[in-house]
């Protein structure tokens, strides 16, 4: 009985790998080594599903991937880190997470390795690096090779713009053509000009801004605007010294600018608006303007309904004191409870690779290496390449403090009261901004 | 038969089993027994109540931050508790709270126990109407936040062309989740959507309690209807009703989910119950010492107004 049990298992031990070969089974499956790569759940992550086939086939290393849709991807992912859980081997986290994975020991420093295997960060794009892999900023301390260069950007209906009848109307009224903003004060008046106009018998909308109120939305629109105003988040001699720089009468007008555009210019309901709502409303032919980051711009052009020859792409006009643009985009990691740091390693080692960046923005990623981006072809190469090269070089990140999400928590709030609530004036919330930052720092042992 | 004579025989055997079999048997007293069978639970009562509960007191006094595991903790006294008691944040989240939760459940225990008044009638097809009118109360809240996002959209939700219809006004010219003014009411009305058919459950529970023979006694008396309502009907199913409102008021008085996903609080801090302002503190900015107080003092404060109400419950039944 007992040789007929044995005879039982090895026979079908054997049918099992004969099964297995006979159904294609990759070397990984065959190796059992599978890494998991975390990311937000968009556009992007699809592309690099995509693009890590070449990996798995080339390393017989397998992929598993866990996607979460942006509202929870902090939430989710932070847990995940700060639970010190292995579920992640490499990760793409966003760009502010970086002082406070590094400081917290989450992310393994990749120094030693990019000098091992030859990765120089001076062929990345130089604010994707401080952006995305340095803590302390500026300082040569790597945390993750950059990944998705992105920024918040403006797409608009080039099919409307060209309407000889909406032409006229414009000119009558502005007095100058109909083009594409060059200033925030021209992006208004575009804005304020399509407000309840009748388009096709259908009533549409200005703009489409960001207007969140849970995560991070509404700071990462007003930005765009306190930036160009000339707000700024320190004394530049002087780090956390924000007196006068946040609160300054420049940033004062710019964050009266952006309630003014959500006030004049957004669809009814948009008071709780950030990238998929955005999406929504331009897709469905609402709305005129709208801002979002570069990374939804492949699939917006491939849109049967207002991509192609209907829209067209824009950098954040420029203000009064600077022409500036909110920082998107991430870099890669290897988290450091991950249980497969060589083959995660050897993803990110595989990713910087030339060609694979190459490829990378072909499926509609967005490379941050030099040799994709200086490439003479590049500007052409898509309709929203030359703005995505233009924005990189104007790009401003938020605070990557290890306690950026209080940071982030309390700009989110005195925005939003303000923008959305009515509450209070501009010169309030900004000063309110002020101490609420100085009592974080404050607890974080900064002085200043 | 056979059943009968099985059943018949365990309960012999039932009968037979002195006092102190146990120790005989296995030599454990009954007591020891009683224990082993009673410290599984107890195990696990402490190891998932009690101890997180003194965890997040001891917590509370400490500037510990569950995303800083190496830091040094240091003791800081009740210093949490002074700032979160003298935070106007706080208070203003608190008076949300308030708002939200006396409202929804004065509204839904006036409705619920009106249903149910209705529903006892047990006129013809009132058992489907009882169906339809709990079907709410079975919906998830995720489901419920999110399906009201939708029928509260200004542009293609059926809330505002409804009030549009009766009012005449554009149905994009008011935004129930966008407003300061509408939106703490915004969510009040989807909670009352949802959880009045709860209340009525309970109310017509109280109501199908109550004797006929009371209701024959005050017809012979010749009491009106009104008058048996206000001295039969309503005192009786009191105790139900109380019972109703102490559900209710414990559990909006921590809701989370359906605002969370209705407004994220918003607009501004226009609907930031207390429930959200702490989740933020808790896994947002990761202050875990300053958030388990705060915890602690909603713990508290729902505890005691709890007690509180439920002596005066204890009270209306003994009566």
């Known amino acids: 009985m007992r040789h007929a049990l044995k005879a039982l298992v090895v026979g079908c031990g054997a049918a099992v790998s004969a099964f297995g070969v006979g159904t294609g089974t990759t070397p990984a499956q065959a190796q059992g080594k599978t890494i998991t790569l975390c990311w937000a759940a968009w556009d992007p992550a699809n592309a690099l599903v995509e693009l890590s086939k070449d990996f798995t086939a080339k390393t017989g290393i397998?992929?598993?991937?866990?996607?979460?849709?942006?509202?929870?991807?902090?939430?989710?992912?932070?847990?995940?880190?700060?639970?010190?859980?292995?579920?992640?081997?490499l990760i793409i986290g966003d760009s502010q997470w970086i002082g406070g994975a590094a400081e917290n020991g989450h992310y393994v420093k990749l120094n030693d390795f990019f000098k091992k295997e030859a990765i120089s960060m001076d062929d990345y794009m130089p604010a994707t690096v401080v952006g995305y892999s340095e803590w302390p900023k500026n300082t040569p301390n790597y945390w993750a090779l950059p990944a998705m260069g992105d920024a918040v950007g403006w797409t608009y209906r080039k099919d409307w713009f060209a309407r000889p009848d909406v032409q006229k109307d414009f000119?009558?009224?502005?007095?100058?053509?109909?083009?594409?903003?060059?200033?925030?004060?021209?992006?208004?008046?575009?804005?304020?000009?399509?407000?309840?106009?009748?388009?096709?018998?259908?009533?549409?909308?200005?703009?489409?801004?960001?207007?969140e109120r849970g995560s991070e939305g509404i700071t990462m629109g007003v930005s765009?605007?306190?930036?160009?105003?000339?707000?700024?988040?320190?004394?530049?001699?002087?780090?956390?010294?924000?007196?006068?720089?946040?609160?300054?009468?420049?940033?004062?007008?710019?964050?009266?600018?952006?309630?003014?555009?959500?006030?004049?210019?957004?669809?009814?309901?948009?008071?709780?608006?950030?990238?998929?709502?955005?999406?929504d409303a331009f897709k469905s032919g609402q709305v005129a303007l709208q801002m979002n980051f570069f990374a939804f711009f492949p699939g917006l052009y491939k849109d049967p309904n207002v991509g192609g020859d209907k829209i067209g792409f824009f950098v954040n006009p420029a203000g009064p004191a600077a022409q500036a643009t909110q920082l998107g985009g991430q870099g890669i990691s290897v988290v450091s409870y991950s249980k497969n740091q060589g083959e995660a390693l050897q993803y990110i080692k595989w990713f910087s690779g030339g060609d694979v960046q190459k490829k990378w923005w072909a499926l509609g990623g967005y490379s941050c290496a030099k040799s994709v981006l200086n490439d003479p072809g590049f500007a052409s190469s898509a309709p929203f390449a030359k703005e995505f090269l233009q924005s990189m070089g104007m790009v401003v990140d938020f605070w990557a403090e290890p306690a950026y999400a209080q940071l982030l928590q309390a700009e989110q709030k005195r925005v939003h009261d303000y923008v959305v609530a009515d509450k209070g004036t501009a010169q309030e919330a900004l000063d309110g901004?002020?101490?609420?930052?100085?009592?974080?720092?404050?607890?974080?042992?900064k002085k200043f | 038969?056979?059943?009968?004579?099985?059943?018949?025989?365990?309960?012999?055997?039932?009968?037979?089993?002195?006092?102190?079999?146990?120790?005989?048997?296995?030599?454990?007293?009954d007591r020891t027994l009683a224990w082993l069978f009673i410290t599984p639970t107890i195990v696990l009562l402490l190891a998932i109540n009690i101890f997180p509960l003194l965890w997040t007191i001891y917590l509370s006094f400490t500037n510990y931050r569950a995303n800083r595991p190496n830091a040094p903790v240091i003791w800081l006294g009740a210093d949490w508790y002074q700032s979160i008691l003298t935070d106007p944040d706080v208070w203003a989240a608190m008076q949300v709270t308030a708002h939200f939760v006396i409202w929804t459940v004065v509204i839904e225990t006036v409705i619920g126990f009106g249903l149910a008044f209705l529903i006892d009638k047990k006129f013809r097809g009132h058992g489907i109407w009882t169906t339809i009118i709990l079907l709410p109360m079975m919906l998830s809240p995720a489901v419920v936040g999110n399906f009201w996002t939708f029928l509260y959209q200004p542009q293609i939700g059926l809330f505002n062309y409804v009030v549009a219809f009766f009012t005449g006004?554009?149905?994009?010219?008011?935004?129930?989740?966008?407003?300061?003014?509408?939106?703490?009411?915004?969510?009040?009305?989807?909670?009352?959507?949802?959880?009045?058919?709860?209340?009525?459950?309970?109310?017509?529970?109280g109501l199908r309690?109550?004797?006929?023979?009371?209701?024959?006694?005050?017809?012979?008396?010749?009491?009106?209807?009104?008058?048996?309502?206000?001295?039969i009907t309503l005192p009786m199913a009191l105790p139900f009703i109380m019972l109703a409102v102490l559900f209710r008021g414990?559990?909006?008085?921590?809701?989370?989910?359906?605002?969370?996903?209705?407004?994220?609080?918003?607009?501004?801090?226009?609907?930031?119950?207390?429930?959200?302002t702490l989740k933020r503190a808790a896994f947002e900015s990761w202050r875990t010492g300053y958030s388990s107080a705060f915890a602690i003092i909603l713990f508290v404060s729902v505890f005691g107004l709890a007690n509180i109400y439920v002596k005066a419950l204890n009270k209306v039944k003994s009566r």
Do not use: H
């Not at chain 1, 929870?72 to 859980?85: I, M, V």
């Not at chain 1, 901004?433 to 042992?445: P, S």
């Open chain 1, 433 to 445: 901004l002020v101490k609420d930052w100085k009592a974080i720092f404050k607890e974080e042992g």
């Open chain 1, 62 to 89: 397998g992929m598993k991937f866990e996607f979460v849709p942006w509202t929870n991807y902090a939430d989710r992912f932070l847990n995940e880190l700060n639970s010190r859980g292995s579920l992640c081997d």
């Open chain 1, 224 to 279: 765009n605007y306190l930036y160009d105003y000339g707000f700024k988040y320190d004394d530049p001699k002087k780090p956390y010294a924000m007196d006068g720089f946040v609160n300054s009468p420049a940033a004062v007008k710019g964050l009266e600018a952006y309630k003014d555009l959500y006030k004049c210019c957004t669809p009814p309901g948009a008071s709780n608006s950030y990238m998929s709502e955005g999406l």
């Open chain 2, 1 to 29: 038969m056979n059943e009968l004579s099985a059943s018949s025989r365990i309960a012999y055997r039932a009968a037979m089993v002195r006092p102190g079999v146990a120790r005989r048997i296995r030599g454990l007293s």
């Open chain 2, 250 to 276: 414990i559990e909006n008085f921590k809701m989370f989910d359906m605002v969370n996903l209705l407004t994220g609080g918003g607009p501004g801090s226009t609907t930031e119950v207390a429930s959200i």
């Open chain 2, 209 to 231: 309690s109550i004797p006929d023979y009371i209701y024959e006694a005050a017809e012979v008396d010749r009491a009106s209807k009104w008058r048996q309502f206000w001295s």
């Open chain 2, 169 to 205: 006004r554009d149905a994009s010219s008011f935004q129930m989740l966008g407003d300061v003014k509408l939106s703490p009411w915004a969510i009040v009305i989807v909670d009352v959507w949802m959880w009045t058919p709860y209340v009525m459950l309970i109310c017509l529970a």
């Open chain 1, 171 to 211: 000119k009558a009224k502005y007095g100058r053509d109909l083009a594409v903003p060059k200033t925030l004060d021209e992006l208004r008046d575009i804005a304020q000009f399509f407000q309840g106009r009748d388009i096709d018998g259908k009533k549409v909308y200005g703009a489409s801004i960001y207007t």
